[in-house]
């Protein structure tokens, strides 16, 4: 319903996160020629290092390693990607990071927005960045709101209300993370594959989150019926949509 | 990502429940030149014809003029009607029912269902109409299930897995209504407001269903976003998608 | 905010539900010159009589019994009892039991209704119970629904749309039972405990169900707030409304 | 079953939420001769003052303006009002915020408290109020806690328990908002409208907030039952009541 | 905590349910010695035999073909395996087949309980199969409940409160299923898999369950802590336990 | 399937909450000979010393007494106990009290964690303790995250995923308490009532305590089958699993 030019914004915890689990959101979007943005708050240097750490990696060795990784991953996918080095394990919620978040909201004018679900008891990062980017998309709304130097009127123009989406968490049933869009991602999961592959220390994942695919692919099809000829090999994630659709068709 | 024709099926447990809660639908779909078809499983003969009884009409009387308002209001709204009269207060659920549903179901091939939500403490039939479209939408799916007079094989084509929607109830938060979809219907609210007129014994329903529409209509444009230029006037309905969106791209 | 008459209507599965679960309101509503009615579906003569048949009685003989002890116990309360004889474990869901309790509810023109609560894992009577109650008292407002013996009109008045409460399970928690509502019936606890030393058979529930007057009084105190001057034998039984509770004042 | 002196006390997290959404229960209790206090959390200044802002006004400009509406909308309802100015967008937890409510619940003495519902996603100011509201209760209870400057011992009695009721969000629905309290505010109206009239610059507001004051009169009819009386004119506001209602007689 | 002799029951819907979704359970149980029976309460005959349709079988045949494949998965697994043959697609709950599991209840007496999760929109007949294998799991406990044919008193002792878990739906996010036990299957799984190849119509059923195993195995290692040396092809089933564990210990 | 050392660790809001909730699994723990650690947050001098509060004691020897009590209780149970005196009413959450925790978690090395559930609607405290507890064991998982001190690397190894069991709070109904696990604590009750009575002010908790142990040895009796031999006088506590069990074998 929206003639802004489209633009997907991921707020991804740590530098991995995007990849396994919106990689292929990510890679279609770019590969429509959209505009894609992600911000990783924390390059998950202390949580989602541990073979680093147990080569003896210094802090700042990890933190590298991870950011090149992460670039590698987001230029495979067509995305732009910038980190806000706010550390992990825990990734504590703040204003100033809050407020950081609502410059990147103006700046970038998504019209669509990724990020983690609500509830992880695995991994409390998560449900923190997801709390932080819906706090900053309803502050990034109001015209009376600074930037995050404190200075006044907004360097950007305020947003709109853009459709948030949480991607999945990894044991979705213990995050009540209950599916209420199935994204196919066939043509898109080349890509998502090649930008798995650059994270070298998680190999096992890769197959891990290819198996997803799949099934995720089988729901897709089981859930747009039989007579609708999608391929077999269908693949797809798995979204929350968080607010309401709004739209001029039921389809 | 389907290619087969059109078509909306709204199943309504009584002979008025179709106008007030998903004539917006139901009119712009005709208005776009699809195919629609709402089964009334019961006239509303016993719960919903209080004025009537109150003037002595008879049973027959009830269930002829009910019958004769709903035809009017389908034909403003652009729909085809059919009547099952099963019975109101109670509808009451049995396997009879259920597969006369799934020969309309197979007959109709519907692309979008429409019906009751699942809760209702106020009125059973509501949520009994739902469960029953519910269970004749998956036999409907199944090659090996007969016709509703037993004769093997079916007469129609088995159907897909259409999405079905749950239309508003009247008191949204004791039926756990939480809605996940809000459909503009700016342009077809004309004509649903003509469909109500048709029905003179509830003229103080038309003013709330119109006054619902406009605060729906609030939020269609309050989650759209403030920079989508949606007129002041914007018209609303609310649903609830119960099955998981597919699609190929997020929105 | 009416000015009908005070009548409250209990609906039991057994024949001993209302004793150990609502003696204390009952009795409350006796002494304050109310009308009560208890019905009870069944005698509870196959689910809750194992020590009987362990003694050999016969089916009659055990119906007979479990009748004279909740006569017996109603009297003590202050309540009128009738029995509908419907048959236990289990308790069938028919058609014909909402309509005979369709004239129970026309006929008593309740002011307040109590009955079990909608999940019991452990007693699927209960529940059921519940439904039927719930779904008559919709039923008995509709003046298009007939009497019990399929006559129109009906004999007595429909009815206006009471207060439900749902009374205490034996295990609150694992039904969902969240009390939202606490009685306190202190000084009808006397006439409880008459009631339920008529049941001789199940001795040790005298004093599970007192400690759980205690305990429930323990949370009236604590929820009416430390200066209310509440006494230390404060006695309480937990309740769920389970409609909206209308009023013209908050406290 | 208190017989302490009746004393409502409204927790707001900005100016303007007391009137629209709770302005029929600040005038009924009002008319009944109580004490009611307001206290705003902040001024929303940021969060709900666009217009001003689009103006060009000051900050300090927006928040006399959004004050002085306030108290001219409390004087129309007849109670006292005061302000914390915490800034809003965001209004930050504090345990400075809660240590100067506690001094505010000591010295009120609620037996009554109104303030927000725990959840919003369109605006999580609200159910921030909110928990800083229920937790201030909590700690004004316990006479081992201070005032918020640190002395000891309290300057105002302790508190008793009173209940807290929740009052309406703009979109209910979204904010899990199931009412459980249906309020007949008819006769407050009138104040009601005279305050929301104090507010020029929402003037949307005014027909908005009407609206919803009629379909929950509908609903405060529907829920008493048909034979009551109730005039067709009926008003109503919509509550969750939080804690377990504590009485001596089922109504 | 009991000294009674292991005996696990299966309850399935369709003849192959037990395979996919049980099957590690069963194949280990009867690797310790266990006795294990599975009742299938129909054939899948109209609603899971697709392929069978479409190459022109009758019903009967059908059903004869379906039920020497779920005897050959038994065989694989060890387990004695009966059929109700009640039908399918719709599995229709009845008084009288809740009666025939009470008398297998009572046959079997069963320490461990295993049938489907209580919601499915999927599939509707297996929440009625889990609905009726628990109501006759309560009948089966009570003295005072006759044998299916009327005779009475029951042929066979009355049995405890064995424990009851759901095995794992084919979608299982939307069956609001949240695995609170994940089982290690991991010897047994060859089994499972050898019981798969049993059913060479779902072929690609074998793959998809295997990835589940190994995606329930991931959740087993990883809820059972990095230090505890489970071998990576440990393979998992997840289950929801019904009713709380009783035990004498914490772990 | 743990070949680990059994070490149980419970992490307490207040010094008095581990006795009433969670004495009888401590006292069985340290009947079985394994090591038990109790962590106190806080002395619980502000929110649960009102009598000492009356006899005008002051906040030091408030701090002593509480402290005192509680050795000679854990002391009782079999347990050592560490106290962080971090504060109560309110107890704040902070990143410093979550490291300390990370601490202790690394040095006891638990196979095994209890502490409060996660809602309470009238005491805070409670579910504060819990989400430190639960931040806490995720941390100490992770090799990268630093000592409390801020040196590194971890002073004693990670730990691996030991299960984590909610006590029960005082009103567990109004808390979403649903008990999944009922503990047998028959033979440890003695202790736990030895420790109680090292509470002297608090004597009608003795009481209350005592009789909730007998309703939960009720339970524990109903669910574990009437054929089951349990004796009359079983004593219970309840318990919520967080995370799912994982096991080898179902029972």
Redesign the interface.
């Known amino acids: 319903?929206?003639?802004?030019t489209p633009s997907?914004l991921v707020v991804s915890a740590h530098a991995g996160d995007f990849v396994w689990r919106a990689g292929g959101?990510i890679a279609?979007?770019a590969m429509?020629g959209e505009q894609v943005t992600v911000v990783c708050l924390s390059y998950g240097?202390?949580?989602e290092?541990?073979s680093q750490?147990?080569q003896g990696k210094s802090?700042e060795e990890?933190k590298a390693l991870r950011r090149s990784e992460a670039e590698a991953a987001a230029a495979e996918l067509g995305a732009e990607i910038e980190f806000l080095d706010l550390g992990d394990?825990?990734l504590?919620e703040s204003?100033g990071a809050?407020a950081q978040l609502v410059d990147v909201f103006r700046r970038t004018q998504p019209?669509?927005v990724?990020t983690h679900a609500l509830a992880d008891?695995?991994?409390?990062d998560h449900p923190a960045a997801a709390r932080m980017a819906?706090?900053a998309r309803?502050?990034a709304?109001?015209?009376?709101?600074q930037n995050s130097d404190g200075s006044f009127p907004a360097r950007d123009e305020?947003?709109?209300?853009?459709?948030v989406?949480f991607f999945e968490p990894h044991?979705?049933?213990?995050c009540?993370?209950?599916?209420?869009?199935?994204?196919?991602i066939t043509e898109a999961f080349e890509r998502k594959r090649r930008a798995m592959e650059c994270m070298p220390a998680q190999k096992h994942m890769w197959s891990?989150y290819t198996?997803?695919a799949?099934?995720r692919g089988?729901?897709?099809r089981?859930?747009?019926?039989?007579?609708?000829g999608?391929p077999h090999e269908t693949k797809g994630e798995?979204?929350v949509?968080?607010?309401?659709?709004?739209?001029?068709?039921?389809?």
Do not use: C
């Not at 008891?121 to 409390?124: A, I, R, T, V």
């Not at 305020?158 to 459709?163: K, S």
């Not at 089981?222 to 609708?228: E, T, V």
């Open positions: 319903m929206s003639h802004t997907l959101a279609a979007a429509r240097e202390r949580g290092s541990a750490w147990l802090l990890i394990y825990p504590v204003q809050i019209t669509v990724l008891p695995y991994n409390e819906l706090r309803v502050l709304q109001a015209i009376g709101v305020i947003i709109g209300a853009p459709p989406f044991q979705s049933e213990q009540d993370f209950k599916p209420n869009l199935l994204l196919d891990y198996d997803l799949v099934r089988v729901q897709v089981r859930n747009a019926g039989p007579n609708l999608l798995a979204y949509r968080f607010l309401p659709q709004v739209t001029g068709e039921l389809s």
